[in-house]
């Protein structure tokens, strides 16, 4: 036991110096299960901000006082503060939960991850594979990719900290590693603000009252206080005159710190509150979900839009005929992303109200700028991947298809060139209102998952300008058919199968195997010019031994009329709305074999009947579908 006692006063060390700094540290700890478990720190007069992020069942046990939370309800901690971070990798590496927790530290904390050896960490079996694996894959079949580009991540990081089980630990750690920053400066009103950022937006926002028509776009990287902003604005508002507001998001732990502030800034003996509506005197704010809010448009003096980024564009111009609106936005985040969110929704805003006024808030609220841990956590996580970017002149000249290449890529390619990898990613991103960095790991590591991608040729360098991400589905073996038309088994995976299986009870479905197109991306500067078209004809000419290829995706008519040029036909609409989109799922499947143009038939003969037998889905058709409603 003595022996782990270096490493254990060199973590206190670390620790207690960490405090003077603004910035933020990271630890490594790596070694057998037994040797993790005694290295622990345990600081007992300080344990009650300390957060354990873990599943002792599987993993590690939390130190006594330290309530252990599991990496998939890491949300529950938003909103909260650390001062110290202890993350199980024993438990499995879950990178949504990662993401959400590392902006719970406060600056001056430490941040602690507890792996694997280095050399083993690879072959570890992974709780999360588990969780990754889809019928008919077992959690051997899963790829170890993500946990090598994490590693490759740690190595070259210079300002974290590494102590390694048999390895001397490193010399005077303390003097080599912090880096004493300067707190960010404190808004010149004092409380409740925590950065000149965070007052100068919300004195901003609280002028549109007096405004009958008015638009806020406020963007910020995580942790710059842009929700409790939200927040003081809604406090500030509601202790005045009457009026009524409306505060929307993705999910209601997205918006902790919102509830966190009306409850600070208004006196408790007069605020009423129950789980989704503040009463303050004649004032109200209500939580509502984006897609009851488009459906019951309830009137609203404001309506605060929180984590933006993570709800669908046309959503979101829906919300427009509120007459004062605030959309704020996470730019690089786990919650959606900011990026994509000004690619595809600022330019229909601007359309609509070209006198938005844009704000951005650059200051950190609970850490200083350049913090070791935010770096290290975007680099490990691609929080701020992007494609390659264009020159305005060469995205003019077009684009000659002949000169497209399209081919599939390998995963192992992408985790040993981060340059691709990153590129591939931030099209995904762009693309796709909810990507999250759990997204990545997929990605890397799914045994069902092929990529493609096309690429043209600029300034003799290929770039990635395209990508399609697709999931091997079926055939499935004949007992667990039986128990999926039954009703007694839902195995993961297999969407369109268990879809055609469970719901439109045909049995042929078992016997076909297919593609599922999960993604497809074009760069945003090369859009509609046929080279999504040209990717699925790619994609269609690329395999001889599938019998179908087909998706499933929140159906509105501009979707539904791409997929049915390409010659997919819907196969069934779904019964229940998508609490952010609004939208039903819609599966839709092209034959290209004997076997899969049957399948495709009898899917759309038993979704006219569907059509025929259900008013609900008889008015989705009518109502949003009927421009490209075919069979």
């Known amino acids: 036991m003595s022996g782990d006692e270096p490493v254990q006063k060199n973590i206190e060390a670390l620790q207690k110096a960490q405090q003077e700094s603004a910035h933020r540290l990271l630890i490594v700890i790596s070694g057998s299960r037994e040797w993790c478990q005694r290295v622990i720190p345990r600081q007992q007069n300080s344990l009650s901000r300390w957060s354990w992020i873990g599943d002792s069942d599987i993993g ?12 998939k309800q890491a949300h529950q901690l938003l909103g909260q503060e650390s001062d110290c971070v202890l993350f199980d990798c024993w438990s499995g590496f879950n990178p949504n939960g990662f993401g959400q927790v590392v902006g719970t530290l406060v600056a001056g904390g430490t941040f602690i991850l507890i792996t694997p050896l280095p050399e083993l960490w690879e072959g570890f079996s992974d709780p999360e594979y588990q969780h990754i694996a889809v019928e008919p894959y077992v959690e051997k079949d899963v790829g170890r990719r993500f946990i090598r580009h994490l590693q490759k991540t740690i190595v070259v990081d210079d300002q974290l900290i590494h102590f390694c089980e048999n390895v001397p630990p490193p010399k005077n750690p303390c003097s080599a590693s912090i880096t004493i920053a300067r707190a960010t400066d404190a808004a010149p009103e004092g409380f409740p603000y925590k950065t000149a950022d965070q007052a100068s937006v919300v004195n901003n926002c609280l002028k549109m009252v007096d405004q009958r028509r008015s638009v806020r776009v406020v963007t910020a990287d995580r942790g710059r206080g842009k929700s409790a902003a939200l927040g003081i604005i809604a406090a500030r508002l509601m202790n005045g005159d009457a009026v009524e507001i409306i505060l929307t998001a993705p999910s209601r732990s997205s918006v902790q710190s919102v509830f966190t502030m009306i409850k600070m800034l208004l006196p ?30 309830p009137a609203a003096d404001l309506l605060l839009v929180d984590e933006a980024a993570a709800i669908p564009a046309p959503v979101l111009l829906n919300m427009l005929d509120y007459p004062r609106v605030i959309f704020a936005s996470t730019l690089h985040g786990y919650e959606g992303t900011g990026q994509g969110f000004a690619v595809r929704f600022m330019p229909l805003l601007d359309k609509r109200v070209p006198e938005r006024e844009l704000l951005r808030m650059e200051q950190p609220v609970r850490w200083a700028e350049d913090d070791p841990l935010e770096r290290f956590t975007y680099q490990a996580l691609l929080l701020d991947a992007e494609p390659v970017q264009f020159p305005t002149t060469q995205q003019d000249q077009g684009v000659n298809l002949e000169s497209l ?53 600029l300034n003799g360098e290929e770039q990635l300008i395209a990508t399609a991400l697709l999931a091997s589905e079926g055939p499935i073996e004949p007992e667990l058919a039986n128990a999926i038309l039954k ?61 179908w290829l087909g998706t499933s995706f929140g159906a509105t008519s501009p979707l539904c009329g791409f997929w049915q040029r390409l010659g997919l036909r819907l196969q069934r609409l779904g ?8 939208t039903r799922a819609a599966v839709m499947l092209k034959g290209l074999t004997p076997a899969g143009c049957e399948l495709q038939q009898k899917g759309m003969l038993k979704a006219q009947q569907q059509l025929l037998n259900d008013p609900a889905i008889q008015s989705v058709v009518a109502d949003e579908l009927a421009d490209v409603f075919i069979f």
């Open 60 to 71: 590690l046990q939390s130190p006594s006082g330290i309530r252990p939370v599991s990496a």
């Open 268 to 297: 408790a003996e007069q605020l009423h509150c129950d789980r989704d509506s503040w009463t303050f005197g004649k004032s109200r704010m209500r939580f509502i979900l984006p897609d009851l809010l488009i459906q019951q448009r």
């Open 405 to 457: 290449t399209f081919k599939r890529l390998y995963s192992d390619e992408l985790v040993a060139n981060t340059s691709l990898l990153k590129q591939l990613f931030g099209l995904l991103i762009l693309a796709h209102y909810r990507t999250t960095p759990g997204d990545l790991r997929i990605l890397l590591d799914s045994p069902n998952i092929q990529i493609w991608a096309g690429f043209i040729v």
């Open 487 to 547: 009703g007694t088994r839902r195995p993961k995976g297999q969407l369109i199968p268990q879809t055609l299986l469970a719901h439109s009870q045909i049995p042929e479905a078992a016997a076909c195997c297919g593609l599922r197109v999960m993604r497809i991306a074009v760069h945003p500067q090369l859009q509609h010019r046929g080279i999504g078209t040209a990717l699925f004809k790619a994609i269609e000419q690329g395999y001889s031994d599938i019998d």
């Open 575 to 582: 019964y229940n709305r998508d609490k952010v989109s609004g």
